[in-house]
Structures are given as C-alpha cells and as structure tokens.
C-alpha cells in the first residue's frame, strides 16, 4: 500500500515538473516546439514564411507571444535551421522573415 501511495506521488510529481517530457512520450513521430518542448500533438505551432511557398515553426504560439521580440525568438530559428541537413542557403531569408515579425 504504502510503495503504490509513494509510486502515485512520485508520478504526480515528475508529471508537473517534466510535463513536457511525458507529453513526448504521449505522442511518438511528433517534433515539439524549441522552447517548451511540448509536441506539435498538443500544441499550435507558429509557422514564419520566410518565402512565398516556405515557412518553419520552431515555436509554438504561446512560446512565440511570449518570446515578445524578434531577438528573443532568434536563437530557436537558428537552432532548427542548425539541424537541417539540406536548404542551407536559406537562413538570411529566414532570419530576415523573424526579424520583420512575421
């Protein structure tokens, strides 16, 4: 009785400390936003066109409000640009696509 009440509590615990992590394990083959970690399964992503037919969300939208400046959302599109393997010759437009908030 007493290892099931610990096991509940422990479980309670790491849910709200780590709820991104179990929400990961929630929803497999889901990327996540750079910030809050949580995947695209539970949370709207903010998509940045950075041309007419190219867009990244590396963001979701509530981590995108609350990044409020250009500059603070910056290094989570440079992180994901970083882990593309191809398209390198892309990231002036996107960066200038985050700078002008879009």
């Known amino acids: 009785m007493k290892i099931a009440l610990i096991t509940i509590i422990c479980l ?3 849910l709200n400390i780590f709820p ?5 394990l929630a ?3 889901y990327s996540w936003c750079g910030r809050c970690k949580f995947p695209w ?5 903010h998509r940045t ?9 590396p963001l979701c939208e509530k981590c995108w409000e609350e990044l409020a ?5 910056l290094p989570y ?15 002036d437009e ?4 985050v700078m002008n908030d879009r």
């Open 12 to 14: 309670v615990l790491l």
């Open 20 to 24: 991104s992590f179990f929400a990961r």
């Open 27 to 29: 929803a497999p083959g």
């Open 41 to 45: 399964k539970f949370v709207k992503s």
């Open 49 to 57: 066109d950075y041309s007419p037919s190219r867009g990244v969300f």
């Open 69 to 73: 400046t250009p500059e603070a959302r």
């Open 77 to 91: 599109y440079k992180e994901l640009y970083d882990s593309w393997e191809k398209d390198p010759n892309c990231w």
């Open 94 to 97: 996107i960066k200038n696509a």
